[in-house]
């Protein structure tokens, strides 16, 4: 993986460019906030936050259901402004381009801690599969095959990348795609069976107090060091910062932690509609308001904190 050094410079240089505060009215197009969700559970429950702050701020926002390269390219297309799931440096590829076609700012790093490597069930690696050097020597009990998450997703191109160069020996293994919801259901059958199964995991996710599951070693390659130790970064459209200086001045400052993430996920598993999971996290958390809404106005120029807070039913 590449480092992200240079992005962190970008980082920098577009939080520079966003004001304190004082703008004029923002320009009609900023009424409708279009966000992309590649229907991750993180990226539905940030997603979820950030609508329900919007919409007390007098905005609408507009989450679009877009796989992680359908997205970019709607945002290289100017049809999508913001994206809250973009995990460094496993999207390394797909940043690079737009980079290069100037077609995005990064706003703010919104969650560190984060991980993505590949796992298994504990009783496996209670046989001895610890490291990806260890899934060749059970390639009978895996059946050869690693799941992954839905297709074109950049850490399904790592593990198809893996296969491809022969790593591990894993050659004649194959890369099983399908949606989290599909994998995730697919560890639950084998694990209920006591079998054995290779599959996408990561952090912030209730799969890590619901499952019993190791996350494997030797992956760096092709995940990146510290078991695929990531950053998560919100990227807009290149250009919307400027138009909508007010919204995107609450996405620089807009930032979770995996707590958070862990537990919003949780209830939208559960089936909780991702906005009345964040409403409820909100009421229980209106500490995290203020840092959030610092300098931000309501869409007609009003206070934002005491809107939003009125909006949730919060007092004080």
Same mark, same amino acid.
């Given at each position: 993986?590449? *480092?992200?050094?240079?992005?962190?410079?970008?980082?920098?240089?577009?939080?520079?460019?966003?004001?304190?505060?004082?703008?004029?009215?923002?320009?009609?197009?900023?009424?409708?906030?279009?966000? *992309?969700?590649?229907?991750?559970?993180?990226?539905?429950?940030?997603?979820?936050?950030?609508?329900?702050?919007?919409?007390?701020?007098?905005?609408?926002?507009?989450?679009?259901?877009? *796989?992680?390269?359908?997205?970019?390219?709607?945002?290289?297309?100017?049809?999508?402004?913001?994206?809250?799931?973009?995990?460094?440096? @496993?999207?390394?590829?797909?940043?690079?381009?737009?980079?290069?076609?100037?077609?995005?700012?990064?706003?703010?790093?919104? /969650?560190?801690?984060?991980?993505?490597? /590949?796992?298994?069930?504990?009783?496996?690696?209670?046989?001895?599969?610890?490291?990806?050097?260890?899934?060749?020597?059970?390639?009978?009990?895996?059946?050869?095959?690693?799941?992954?998450?839905?297709?074109?997703?950049?850490?399904?191109?790592?593990?198809?990348?893996?296969?491809?160069?022969?790593?591990?020996?894993?050659?004649?293994?194959?890369?099983?795609?399908?949606?989290?919801?599909?994998?995730?259901?697919?560890?639950?059958?084998?694990?209920?069976?006591?079998?054995?199964?290779?599959?996408?995991?990561? @952090?912030?996710?209730?799969?890590?107090?619901?499952?019993?599951?190791?996350? /494997? *070693?030797?992956?760096?390659?092709?995940?990146?060091?510290?078991?695929?130790?990531?950053?998560?970064?919100?990227?807009?459209?290149?250009?919307?910062?400027?138009?909508?200086?007010?919204?995107?001045?609450?996405?620089?400052?807009?930032?979770?932690?995996?707590?958070?993430?862990?537990?919003?996920?949780?209830?939208?598993? @559960?089936?909780?509609?991702?906005?009345?999971?964040?409403?409820?996290?909100?009421?229980?958390?209106?500490?995290?308001?203020?840092?959030?809404?610092?300098?931000?106005?309501?869409?007609?120029?009003?206070?934002?904190?005491? @809107?939003?807070?009125?909006?949730?039913?919060?007092?004080?």
């Amino acid at each position: 993986m590449t *480092s992200t050094t240079p992005f962190r410079a970008i980082l920098a240089a577009s939080l520079m460019a966003i004001p304190a505060g004082g703008w004029a009215d923002e320009a009609a197009s900023c009424a409708t906030i279009r966000l *992309s969700d590649p229907s991750w559970t993180d990226i539905t429950a940030t997603n979820g936050t950030a609508s329900v702050v919007l919409a007390a701020l007098g905005y609408k926002p507009d989450v679009k259901m877009l *796989s992680v390269p359908i997205g970019y390219q709607s945002m290289k297309n100017k049809e999508i402004d913001v994206f809250l799931g973009n995990w460094m440096p @496993a999207q390394n590829a797909f940043i690079e381009d737009l980079k290069s076609a100037d077609a995005i700012e990064v706003l703010n790093k919104n /969650l560190t801690g984060a991980k993505f490597t /590949l796992a298994v069930p504990s009783y496996m690696a209670e046989k001895g599969v610890r490291d990806f050097a260890d899934l060749a020597g059970h390639a009978d009990e895996f059946g050869k095959k690693i799941y992954g998450i839905e297709p074109g997703a950049p850490a399904n191109q790592s593990i198809a990348k893996m296969i491809s160069d022969g790593k591990f020996g894993l050659a004649d293994w194959e890369l099983v795609e399908s949606g989290e919801q599909a994998m995730l259901a697919q560890v639950a059958r084998e694990e209920k069976a006591g079998k054995g199964i290779v599959f996408l995991a990561w @952090a912030p996710h209730p799969m890590n107090e619901q499952y019993k599951i190791e996350y /494997l *070693s030797g992956g760096d390659e092709y995940f990146g060091p510290d078991y695929g130790g990531a950053e998560v970064y919100t990227l807009a459209r290149k250009g919307w910062p400027e138009l909508c200086p007010n919204a995107a001045r609450l996405f620089t400052q807009m930032t979770f932690d995996i707590g958070m993430e862990n537990t919003l996920m949780g209830e939208i598993l @559960a089936g909780t509609d991702p906005q009345e999971a964040a409403r409820g996290w909100l009421k229980a958390n209106p500490e995290k308001l203020a840092p959030w809404l610092d300098g931000v106005t309501t869409l007609d120029g009003q206070p934002g904190e005491p @809107a939003v807070k009125a909006a949730l039913g919060i007092k004080g």
